[in-house]
């Protein structure tokens, strides 16, 4: 086996089952999370066993993670069939994509995850494991049936578990209000979980005010992978182009206020007859084109439609301003200001100057405070977005000598995950066992 530090293992000491019903090949945010936990733990001497869905497909080859990586850094995989034939996160067809829309928003009425018989499906694939087979469980979510999952199988290995918040559960703000049989079941597993990691101080703050759980939270953000993106092409753009990928909804992540500062800055432009067009990736093409036109610059706009993950990723390291919308509120609720899109760790990693779009009052901002080359704003600031775009087109920013700010980079974020692991493993686990979880 290759003696990669940073991607395998060396001495099987610790050993984890982790509960992610994404995981590669599949490609979705939520992979990259748990990959990269999976990864970067295995070099900090943790075997890593994880629970997931057998994915058969994968609509994103050139990028993916795929059986050799896996096998290559020592990660074992407990595979299931997924939970029901609607639940299945890619889709190869509209028709199949419209049912499980439909089916996804029923059972989102009924307060029910669509991943609802997953539980029953991964225990049994658990049976034959031991109590020595397993130091710690680690369960993320969503969905946050990997939780429930997690405590009955801590009950059967008597072991410790601890839950892994990559959006906020029954306190989510983009979600109407949870049944109340819900809140009691988030509250009854957290505080019978070892430890609760979270993405965000906002996120780790709304779970304490419900819970009154602090002293058992830390908060390990997502990241970026140099391993990864450093094998990225950029895509080379013929003018100055302002790239933004991902999705839009009403009414807190709207691309209307960018619109609006692209008219000024075609104003500001047409005269010195600087080129530059604004690209989206995404599947809400008809939104961006629909502003654009209504806001005069449809012939600034190009919209790429919904492309692989490689493409974005190319577009966002050969673009010249990434824009990354959080929310185009002026101020978030206690709720709102953990939310942190993934997309903006990609912008990081790649080392390309990011426009932020969020309330003063986010979490999100601290991610480039310290980068001179980025800038945040309100929805309400279009003027100075233009002008923020204007000075960058008069003076491009050499990437030569820019790095990105480490304290994001996956290794890093591992070693404070492992910090809590070992705690939760140690504090959680009878003496017997100690000194096994003990030799690091």
């Known amino acids: 086996m290759p003696k990669n530090v940073e991607g395998c293992r060396r001495r099987p000491a610790r050993k984890l089952l982790f509960i992610a019903y994404s995981f590669p090949p599949l490609q979705s945010s939520a992979s990259n999370r748990t990959w990269n936990i999976a990864k970067h733990l295995t070099a900090l001497d943790w075997s890593v066993t994880v629970v997931t869905p057998a994915t058969p497909v994968n609509l994103d080859q050139v990028h993916s993670v795929d059986e050799d990586a896996i096998r290559e850094c020592g990660i074992e995989r407990i595979l299931t069939r997924p939970a029901n034939p609607f639940d299945l996160p890619v889709q190869t067809n509209k028709i199949a994509r419209f049912r499980s829309r439909c089916v996804r928003r029923i059972l989102w009425q009924c307060g029910i995850e669509s991943t609802f018989t997953w539980k029953r499906i991964a225990v049994a694939a ?12 680690l369960a993320t979510g969503p969905p946050y049936l990997s939780f429930k999952i997690a405590r009955q199988l801590s009950r059967q290995l008597d ?8 959006d906020a559960w029954t306190a989510d703000p983009l979600v109407r209000k949870a049944h109340r049989r819900t809140v009691r079941l988030e509250g009854a597993l957290v505080q019978e979980a070892a430890k609760v990691v979270a993405v965000s101080e906002g996120t780790a703050q709304s779970l304490d005010r419900k819970f009154r759980v602090s002293q058992k939270t830390h908060v390990v953000s997502n990241g970026f992978d140099a391993c990864q993106l450093a094998s990225v092409n950029p895509y080379r753009f013929e003018e100055f182009a302002i790239v933004y990928t991902g999705i839009l909804f009403s009414p807190t992540r709207m691309i209307t206020p960018v619109m609006a ?5 075609d104003g500001l432009t047409n005269h010195d007859n600087l080129r530059w067009r604004f690209h989206y990736y995404g599947p809400d093409g008809k939104l961006v084109l629909d502003d654009a036109t209504r806001f005069g610059i449809a012939h600034r706009t190009v919209d790429h439609g919904l492309t692989s993950h490689a493409e974005t990723l190319s577009a966002v390291r050969g ?27 990609e912008a990081v990693g790649l080392g390309t100057p990011i426009m932020l ?15 001179c080359e980025s ?6 600031e279009t003027c100075a977005m233009a002008k923020f775009l204007l000075n960058k087109m008069q003076s491009p920013a050499s990437r030569e000598h820019r790095t990105p700010n480490d304290q994001y980079s996956w290794p890093n974020l591992a070693k404070k995950l492992n910090i809590v692991l070992c705690d939760a493993a140690w504090t959680g686990t009878h003496t017997s066992n100690r000194n096994v979880i ?3």
């Open 159 to 166: 072991r410790p578990y601890v839950l892994d918040y990559r």
């Open 438 to 440: 003990a030799s690091v």
């Open 375 to 380: 800038q945040a704003f309100t929805g309400r």
């Open 319 to 345: 673009a010249n301003v990434a824009l990354v919308i959080n929310s185009t509120s002026e101020q978030c609720s206690p709720g709102e200001r953990g939310v942190i899109p993934g997309k903006i760790f």
């Open 261 to 265: 500062a692209l008219r000024i800055l």
């Open 357 to 371: 779009i969020s309330p003063p009052n986010s979490d999100v901002r601290s991610i480039i405070r310290e980068d």
């Open 126 to 137: 658990c049976r034959n494991l031991k109590p020595n087979d397993v130091d710690l469980i």
